[in-house]
């Protein structure tokens, strides 16, 4: 049993570049968050997918899509990396009926 | 949307000594408070939560208290030591439906030994 995993643990793109952070959880989980840390700053959602082929726009979209593409799939892709989009993202995942979210270990992506 | 404050942004204390850390909340709807401890460079890991029909939650030297009415809770770590520095978080969310967590912008407490 892997939790939540992400893939890659790093990432170094230029201005304009685009890539797709994978996010995976084997725990039969229905829900699944993309969050991203900024340096001092806790948390902020980006995305939020409740079930399969569901998903919803948290607090910082812009720039970003996702695509939930199973149950234990959940990815998030930037189209055109910007330098703002520097910084850790974290996968989540919870099961129905529970509070508790699991991390996965954070992608730290920079942007040149 | 929900808006979440954490005070201090930094805490210093002697081992031994009790750390406070503080969090305001602006959705009465809110009704579940974790808190996560985050080491430099790992994931967040909750050490402590509280729902909104609780009062007070004491796991050994970690205690959170909630206070619905004035919309605060605070997490209360006794007889601190050098492991227990690390930057923590709060959070809330409603717990129903969309369960996404708004999270405080963090304390960073360190430990001296």
């Known amino acids: 049993n892997a939790g939540v995993t992400q893939t890659p643990k790093f990432q170094v793109l230029k201005t304009g570049q685009s890539m797709t952070l994978q996010c995976a959880q084997d725990m039969n989980h229905n829900s699944m968050y993309w969050y991203r840390q900024d340096p001092g700053m806790g948390l902020r959602l980006i995305y939020y997918s409740a079930s399969e082929g569901t998903t919803d726009k948290g607090e910082v979209p812009n720039g970003y899509n996702v695509s939930r593409l199973n149950k234990r799939e959940f990815s998030l892709r930037l189209e055109s990396a910007a330098p703002s989009q520097t910084s850790v993202y974290f996968c989540?995942?919870?099961?129905?009926?529970?509070?508790?979210?699991?991390f996965g270990p954070g992608t730290r992506l920079t942007v040149t | 949307g929900e808006n979440v404050e954490q005070h201090p942004s930094t805490l210093s204390v002697q081992e031994g000594d009790s750390a406070v850390i503080k969090c305001t909340y602006s959705d009465s709807a809110s009704n579940y408070f974790p808190w996560y401890k985050q080491e430099l460079g790992k994931r967040p890991q909750l050490i402590i939560d509280?729902?909104?029909?609780?009062g007070e939650k004491k796991d050994q030297r970690i205690a959170v208290t909630l206070n619905k009415t004035a919309k605060h809770f605070s997490l209360h770590i006794t007889e601190t030591q050098p492991e227990d520095s690390a930057v923590y978080f709060c959070a809330s969310s409603r717990g129903t439906g969309r369960r996404a967590l708004t999270f405080g912008s963090g304390t960073r407490l360190q430990v001296q030994p």
């Open positions: 989540a995942s919870n099961r129905d009926q529970a509070y508790e979210q699991y």
């Open positions: 509280i729902r909104s029909n609780v």
